[in-house]
């Protein structure tokens, strides 16, 4: 069978890939990082099967560079600067910082390098696994029930969208590139929620997409950003305030949202006091309950005597469309919000999904971890230093 990328151009991926990328490369430039491969569910087929398939596309991807009219669209976010353009000019991925193996039925994939090298594997490894995945299921059938559900999901919105307006405008968006059926399920996907649902589909983390069909791309940081900072000479206790302090240095007002379950919700509010509340815009949910963890943000924004209404919460945790009209309905007249809605967009067609992930576990040869508001999203490596994340943040196991 003849080789068909899966990646076509280095854009292909997540907003938030660049935007951690960039105060990375202009303040931890020396940094060295070691990403994983994990898949949290059982396949219908081992994934191990596929290991000669992902280092085809590894290669085909070590080969691609960014083109002038790509750069030229990066260039135009206020917020992406020359020195950082200048980089991704020069910049290609390098084979030798990624690996791939099978053992038993186990798939395995490593990026170990520079972190500013090898930072940007992530939604690209995990982009080709899920499509060469669904490649051997039936994709003529699978996209007949694809558009059948997307179809439904329009008329869902498009009746939610005829109730009572509460005091903020419901928005959504795409945030599906690292779990999609295939690339180009996902550009007809966005392409169809953008043509027909214009007032409440709001943009996409997908940069590419972003640009070719003229939409907002959506993104800020992610638990890379923030757990890099466990490693970085920091004291451990401080290192969510300083990665905060960071992110505000480099964007100076600009990518306001923060993420805040890296050590749980609660950990994450003891760090963000006053001086964060005001300059953050809002914070990101991805992990637990999303009553309870909007509930504890808008508790914490009166307790600092923050208008909530000038703030954003927005959520991105397995949302569905009835989880997001749910979560609408109950803080829309309070604080304004936004859903990034991902695989229930670009991966439902009636097959079973890849529960998959390509996360950081070492910096600079030290263990870095996660702990979830949901203890299966909790991810370390190393049990002794999770145990002292837990007892220097007071996270109960």
């Keep these: 069978m003849s080789f068909v990328p899966v990646v076509r151009s280095l854009l292909d991926t997540d907003l938030y890939k660049f935007t951690m990328w ?27 099967e596929l290991a000669a398939e992902v280092n085809a596309q590894f290669d085909h991807l070590c080969g691609l560079y960014f083109q002038r009219d790509e750069l030229d669209y990066l260039a135009g976010l ?45 939604i690209f490894v995990l982009a080709i696994v899920n499509e060469l995945y669904f490649r051997r299921f039936d994709r003529e059938a699978a ?16 009746a939610f969208g005829r109730e009572p307006a509460l005091a903020h405008p419901f928005q959504f968006f795409d945030f ?14 966005v392409a169809t929620l953008a043509r027909e649902l214009p007032e409440s589909f709001r943009g996409t983390s997908n940069v590419l997409l972003a640009r070719d069909l ?15 900072f466990q490693a970085t000479g920091v004291r451990l206790r401080d290192f ?34 006053l001086y964060f509340a005001k300059l953050f815009d809002g914070l990101r949910h991805d992990s637990g309950d999303p009553f309870a963890w909007g509930e504890k943000a808008l508790a914490h924004y009166a307790t600092l005597r923050v208008n909530a209404h000038d703030k954003r919460l927005v959520f991105s945790d397995a949302l569905d469309v009835a989880r997001v009209i749910a979560l609408y309905r109950h803080f829309g007249d309070r604080v304004n919000l936004g859903f990034g809605i991902g695989t229930h967009l670009t991966n439902d067609t009636g097959l079973r999904t890849l529960n998959i992930v390509m996360k950081l576990v070492e910096v600079n040869g030290q263990p870095v971890a996660k702990i979830s508001d949901a203890p299966g999203k909790t991810l370390a490596t190393d049990a002794t230093f999770l145990a002292y994340l837990r007892q220097v943040f007071g996270v109960v196991a």
């Design 78 to 122: 206020r917020f992406i600067k020359p020195d950082f353009i200048d980089f991704l000019r020069l910049f290609h991925f390098q084979r030798d910082f990624v690996r791939c193996w099978a053992e038993g039925e186990t798939l395995h994939i490593e990026a170990n390098g520079p972190q500013v090298h090898v930072m940007a594997f992530e």
């Design 143 to 158: 996209l007949v029930e694809g558009r059948r559900r997307l179809a439904a999901k329009i008329e869902q919105l498009r």
């Design 214 to 228: 003229d939409l907002v791309p959506i993104g800020t940081m992610g638990h890379e950003y923030l757990q890099t």
């Design 240 to 273: 969510q305030r300083a990665a905060l302090e960071e992110w505000v240095q480099e964007y100076r007002g600009d990518l306001g949202i923060a993420l805040t379950d890296t050590v749980t919700m609660d950990a994450f509010l003891a760090d963000f006091d």
């Design 22 to 48: 960039q105060p990375m490369l202009h303040r931890h430039p020396e940094a060295r990082a070691l990403y994983r491969f994990v898949c949290r569910n059982t396949p219908a087929y081992p994934l191990a």
């Design 176 to 189: 599906g590139v690292r779990r999609r059926f295939s690339h180009d399920w996902q550009r007809e996907v």
